[in-house]
């Protein structure tokens, strides 16, 4: 269900360029829902199992969608808008499992499916580079000044604060995901 989850993630982002001005995911053969394109041997493979042999928290990832923004008509909004389109399709995916769930056949994998996609986006949604929230919350400012120093230095410390995010901030993402899902399975007065 990850992998499946991760590939519409990806194909999204690439099928949004594509509505945007971008042909390059499918000149690269991205556009489709194989995960053999999509997945990486470290980020899909290697890194989750030492992960879940070491016991801690799993994550993983998937080779980019690659896009040119010099392709795309506005590029802030556009980037913005090729960034955004993961993340809502995992919010589509999850509000679309939890109405079936909720409604028509209460299958637990079902469940899974919900989770990992709220898990992605959340996740996703946070601003740090290389995440997709990056790009959205970077095109909401200026950029110049200030938020152009802050936004380079988010990008050449990237895997420094992503790591800490994991490791200390973990427990409130989890928390959003927690309280998304709740909202999303009824629990919560929807």
Same mark, same amino acid.
């Given at each position: &269900?990850? /992998?499946?989850?991760? !590939?519409?993630?990806?194909?999204?982002?690439?099928? &949004?360029?594509?509505? *945007?001005?971008?042909?390059?995911?499918?000149?690269? =053969? @991205?556009?489709?829902?194989?995960?053999?394109?999509?997945? +990486? %041997? #470290? =980020?899909?493979?290697?890194?989750?199992? #030492?992960?879940?042999? *070491?016991?801690?928290?799993?994550? =993983?990832?998937?080779?980019?969608? %690659?896009?040119?923004? @010099?392709?795309?008509?506005?590029? @802030?909004?556009?980037?913005?808008?090729?960034?955004?389109?993961? %993340?809502?399709?995992?919010?589509?995916?999850?509000?679309?499992?939890?109405?079936?769930?909720?409604?028509?056949?209460?299958?637990?994998?079902? !469940? /899974?499916?919900?989770? /990992?996609? *709220?898990?992605?986006?959340?996740?996703?949604?946070?601003?740090? %580079?290389?995440? +997709?929230?990056?790009? /959205?919350?970077?095109?909401?400012?200026?950029?110049?000044?200030?938020?152009?120093?802050? @936004?380079n230095a988010l990008e050449g410390q990237w895997f420094?604060?992503?790591?800490?995010?994991?490791? *200390?901030?973990? +427990?409130?993402?989890?928390? !959003?995901?927690?309280?998304?899902?709740?909202?999303?399975? =009824?629990? &919560?007065?929807?």
């Open positions: &269900m990850l /992998i499946f989850s991760v !590939v519409i993630h990806e194909v999204s982002h690439g099928y &949004m360029a594509e509505r *945007l001005g971008d042909n390059t995911a499918r000149l690269a =053969g @991205r556009l489709t829902l194989n995960p053999i394109k999509h997945l +990486d %041997p #470290v =980020g899909s493979f290697l890194v989750p199992a #030492v992960l879940a042999y *070491l016991g801690g928290v799993v994550f =993983g990832w998937a080779r980019p969608v %690659p896009y040119n923004p @010099r392709n795309l008509r506005n590029l @802030r909004r556009d980037e913005a808008l090729v960034a955004a389109a993961g %993340p809502i399709s995992n919010i589509i995916i999850s509000v679309a499992f939890a109405l079936i769930y909720r409604n028509i056949l209460d299958v637990s994998l079902f !469940v /899974i499916i919900i989770q /990992i996609n *709220l898990s992605l986006a959340v996740f996703n949604l946070i601003p740090i %580079p290389p995440l +997709d929230g990056s790009k /959205i919350f970077f095109a909401l400012l200026p950029q110049r000044g200030l938020f152009l120093e802050i @936004r420094i604060i992503l790591l800490l995010i994991i490791f *200390l901030g973990l +427990d409130f993402v989890s928390w !959003v995901i927690f309280m998304v899902y709740r909202l999303l399975m =009824g629990e &919560m007065g929807l």
